[in-house]
């Protein structure tokens, strides 16, 4: 008897025991008792009694509680074989498959290997019989915890020059963690503000902010980047990470469409300009829908040590947008409010089958040397998937505010890319190697569409202030944080380095700034653990009323009249009037936005808008562009 095996399915179980080898089938037949002898074909009938009726359930039965989940998963899984990989993130090892004798070929089969066959697939006519009985496996889920240890256990591999030997263990590295989801909100109103400075330089091939345009980025951002540059050691060792959030946000707001290219500056679009004056969650929801999608940057560009990825190994990169989309849908089924380590969610994703791979052909990618540094070798295009999913949620989600983190310095933070060659010298595989743990925030819910609506998270009630009525705020005692010490500088004048005070100057100057006056209520009675006093909140009435009473509406142009008399003919003329307005005797303003019918409308009134540096002369019928405003 003799089978066609080359297919992928197996449709039957003497299809599957006929693709074994006449002595694997002997081992095999071994286990169920019985004398084996003979032709290949009386083994084959051996199994399949042995595996007829009820006695296949006796079988599973028998099996330890990790091989039976190895058939349940398979059992109730779309394909019929096994997945190795899905099942060690989900469980943490594989099944027992059979004992290893004295050489490598010479193993025990065990009995979870009569349910498998030719690269562990499972038979359709056996998978349905199993189907009526075995139960489906456990779901698999986010491992969360409410609160963060103080302190991460960081493992270390160094050379103690003294005794000549090389020590291994682990140093406790404090946790730097940054709430996100309302500084995001300022940072965005705060990159947009810059941007209508004219103070945002980028490529116009790369699209990257230009190196002062970051370090402008970075000193608007609310208690810096996240990691503040150091003095590098020497030349060849550079532990620095450079700018992450500062580096973000013009391409956000570029591939979100609130800015555009002008020459070498960025200038804000129509979407931008009305984005200053709306909520800031509805736009960063838009700013995320967006990025799903753009080309402007592949995240995996800013793992600097993997080379190839302009030349031979381009071609064999996945597309950007599967691979955000994947990391999207796992985001999207993180607990909110629960911190998860970054090494559980990779695991999550792939025991979920939500993983994704950054390449299809790793060989064109390397470190150092394309010959022996190549990622094509046997396991080390993982370390690319993985860290180009720390890329993605430090740089772009934690920038605009979805999930809050917690970090450690990325030199040294991780070891398991050791092995690769070429690696020795680096301090870090990536810089977002940092990355310890994150939580999904309310903001984050709504972009990902968990939530419908966005309600922020409500402020942690911690009385360590005290709000007096004649409007100075004190530390009531030592615990008051650093920054809960920077955001009383945004809103207050320091006094003492124990008092501040409340003035509606600074308060104007914070909501300019991005913060708004409910966020400054809130946290003035959160930190204070009472209401706060008549004469305070009403001075934060007034300065929440004064905040309405003027609006920006945009740049417009200062157009110059030869005298009164023409500028008021144009501003009262009726093609010319609903496109401009007159500003003193001679001069007219014009919305950039009515820019272009104003100009018609004057070449229909006889007149022309003469260029700016051409000065008008009394009493000649014509008018210029004297100035921007």
Same mark, same amino acid.
């Given at each position: 008897?003799?089978?066609?095996?080359?297919?992928?399915?197996?449709?039957?179980?003497?299809?599957?025991?006929?693709?074994?080898?006449?002595?694997?089938?002997?081992?095999?037949?071994?286990?169920?008792?019985?004398?084996?002898?003979?032709?290949?074909?009386?083994?084959?009938?051996?199994?399949?009694?042995?595996?007829?009726?009820?006695?296949?359930?006796?079988?599973?039965?028998?099996?330890?509680?990790?091989?039976?989940?190895?058939?349940?998963?398979?059992?109730?899984?779309?394909?019929?074989?096994?997945?190795?990989?899905?099942?060690?993130?989900?469980?943490?090892?594989?099944?027992?498959?059979?004992?290893?004798?004295?050489?490598?070929?010479?193993?025990?089969?065990?009995?979870?290997?009569?349910?498998?066959?030719?690269?562990?697939?499972?038979?359709?006519?056996?998978?349905?019989?199993?189907?009526?009985?075995?139960?489906?496996?456990?779901?698999?889920?986010?491992?969360?915890?409410?609160?963060?240890?103080?302190?991460?256990?960081?493992?270390?591999?160094?050379?103690?020059?003294?005794?000549?030997?090389?020590?291994?263990?682990?140093?406790?590295?404090?946790?730097?963690?940054?709430?996100?989801?309302?500084?995001?909100?300022?940072?965005?109103? !705060?990159?947009?503000?810059?941007?209508?400075? *004219?103070?945002? %330089?980028?490529? #116009?091939?790369? /699209?990257?902010?230009? +190196? =002062?345009?970051?370090?402008?980025?970075?000193?608007?951002?609310?208690?810096?980047?996240?990691?503040?540059?150091?003095?590098?050691?020497?030349?060849?060792?550079?532990?620095?990470?450079?700018?992450?959030?500062?580096?973000?946000?013009?391409?956000?707001?570029?591939?979100?469409?609130?800015?555009?290219?002008?020459?070498?500056?960025?200038?804000?679009?129509?979407?931008?300009?009305?984005?200053?004056?709306?909520?800031?969650?509805?736009?960063?929801?838009?700013?995320?829908?967006?990025?799903?999608?753009?080309?402007?940057?592949?995240?995996?560009?800013?793992?600097?040590?993997?080379?190839?990825?302009?030349?031979?190994?381009?071609?064999?990169?996945?597309?950007?947008?599967?691979?955000?989309?994947?990391?999207?849908? !796992?985001?999207?089924?993180?607990?909110?409010? *629960?911190?998860? %380590?970054?090494? #559980?969610?990779? /695991?999550?994703?792939? +025991? =979920?089958?939500?993983?994704?791979?950054?390449?299809?052909?790793?060989?064109?990618?390397?470190?150092?040397?394309?010959?022996?540094?190549?990622?094509?070798?046997?396991?080390?295009?993982?370390?690319?998937?993985?860290?180009?999913?720390?890329?993605?949620?430090?740089?772009?989600?934690?920038?605009?505010?979805?999930?809050?983190?917690?970090?450690?310095?990325?030199?040294?933070?991780?070891?398991?890319?050791?092995?690769?060659?070429?690696?020795?010298?680096?301090?870090?595989?990536?810089?977002?190697?940092?990355?310890?743990?994150?939580?999904?925030?309310?903001?984050?819910?709504?972009?990902?569409?968990?939530?419908?609506?966005?309600?922020?998270?409500?402020?942690?009630?911690?009385?360590?202030?005290?709000?007096?009525?004649?409007?100075?705020?004190?530390?009531?005692?030592?615990?008051?944080?650093?920054? #809960?010490?920077?955001?009383?500088?945004?809103?207050?004048?320091?006094?003492?380095?124990?008092?501040?005070?409340?003035?509606?100057?600074?308060?104007?100057?914070?909501?300019?700034?991005?913060?708004?006056?409910?966020?400054?209520?809130?946290?003035?009675?959160?930190?204070?653990?009472?209401?706060?006093?008549?004469?305070?909140?009403?001075?934060?009435?007034?300065?929440?009323?004064?905040?309405?009473?003027?609006?920006?509406?945009?740049?417009?142009?200062?157009?110059?009249?030869?005298?009164?008399?023409?500028?008021?003919?144009?501003?009262?003329?009726?093609?010319?009037?609903?496109?401009?307005?007159?500003?003193?005797?001679?001069?007219?303003?014009?919305?950039?936005?009515?820019?272009?019918?104003?100009?018609?409308?004057?070449?229909?009134?006889?007149?022309?808008?003469?260029?700016?540096?051409?000065?008008?002369?009394?009493?000649?019928?014509?008018?210029?562009?004297?100035?921007?405003?």
């Amino acid at each position: 008897m003799h089978y066609n095996t080359y297919d992928d399915e197996l449709p039957t179980l003497e299809i599957g025991l006929d693709s074994v080898n006449t002595d694997e089938l002997r081992k095999l037949a071994a286990l169920t008792g019985q004398k084996v002898s003979g032709k290949k074909a009386d083994i084959i009938a051996i199994i399949v009694r042995y595996l007829a009726g009820e006695r296949v359930r006796a079988v599973w039965e028998g099996l330890d509680d990790l091989q039976r989940a190895a058939v349940a998963e398979t059992v109730h899984s779309p394909n019929s074989q096994f997945e190795g990989v899905r099942f060690r993130a989900k469980y943490g090892r594989d099944p027992e498959w059979g004992f290893p004798g004295a050489r490598t070929y010479d193993k025990t089969p065990s009995a979870l290997c009569l349910f498998f066959y030719r690269n562990k697939v499972m038979p359709a006519d056996l998978k349905a019989r199993l189907m009526a009985f075995v139960p489906e496996p456990r779901q698999t889920a986010i491992a969360a915890v409410d609160r963060l240890p103080p302190v991460y256990e960081c493992p270390f591999v160094r050379w103690n020059e003294k005794e000549r030997i090389r020590e291994t263990g682990t140093e406790d590295v404090p946790l730097a963690v940054h709430e996100t989801e309302r500084p995001a909100q300022r940072e965005l109103l !705060s990159v947009l503000r810059l941007v209508d400075t *004219g103070k945002v %330089a980028v490529s #116009d091939s790369t /699209r990257r902010a230009s +190196a =002062s345009t970051v370090e402008a980025i970075a000193a608007i951002l609310d208690q810096g980047d996240y990691y503040p540059h150091v003095p590098p050691k020497n030349q060849w060792h550079d532990e620095n990470a450079g700018p992450i959030r500062a580096f973000a946000w013009p391409l956000l707001i570029q591939a979100g469409g609130l800015a555009q290219l002008s020459g070498t500056k960025l200038q804000l679009t129509k979407a931008g300009r009305k984005a200053l004056s709306e909520p800031a969650a509805g736009t960063i929801r838009t700013l995320w829908t967006k990025w799903m999608n753009t080309s402007i940057i592949d995240e995996l560009a800013r793992i600097d040590c993997v080379k190839g990825q302009t030349g031979k190994g381009k071609r064999g990169l996945t597309a950007v947008s599967g691979r955000r989309e994947a990391i999207a849908d !796992s985001l999207a089924e993180c607990p909110p409010g *629960g911190w998860i %380590a970054t090494e #559980d969610f990779i /695991r999550y994703m792939k +025991a =979920s089958g939500n993983d994704f791979s950054a390449t299809r052909d790793a060989w064109g990618l390397y470190i150092c040397e394309q010959q022996y540094g190549s990622l094509g070798y046997d396991g080390s295009a993982g370390f690319l998937d993985q860290r180009y999913l720390m890329s993605l949620l430090l740089e772009y989600a934690a920038t605009l505010g979805i999930i809050d983190v917690a970090l450690i310095p990325p030199a040294g933070a991780r070891r398991d890319f050791r092995g690769l060659w070429g690696t020795d010298d680096l301090p870090f595989f990536s810089r977002y190697d940092g990355l310890m743990y994150f939580r999904l925030t309310p903001l984050g819910a709504y972009c990902l569409d968990v939530e419908s609506e966005y309600r922020s998270a409500p402020m942690e009630v911690k009385p360590v202030l005290r709000v007096l009525p004649n409007m100075e705020i004190v530390a009531a005692g030592s615990d008051l944080e650093q920054s #809960d010490r920077l955001a009383l500088n945004a809103y207050a004048t320091p006094v003492s380095d124990f008092v501040w005070r409340l003035e509606s100057g600074k308060l104007l100057a914070a909501i300019e700034a991005g913060r708004q006056m409910e966020e400054i209520r809130e946290f003035l009675a959160a930190r204070s653990g009472e209401a706060l006093p008549g004469t305070v909140a009403r001075l934060l009435d007034d300065v929440a009323g004064r905040t309405t009473k003027v609006h920006d509406r945009g740049l417009a142009r200062l157009v110059e009249c030869a005298d009164a008399a023409l500028a008021t003919l144009i501003a009262n003329d009726t093609r010319t009037r609903k496109h401009c307005m007159l500003a003193g005797d001679r001069h007219l303003v014009v919305a950039a936005s009515s820019e272009a019918a104003f100009r018609r409308a004057l070449r229909d009134a006889g007149y022309l808008l003469a260029a700016g540096d051409k000065r008008p002369a009394r009493n000649k019928p014509m008018i210029s562009l004297a100035a921007e405003a």
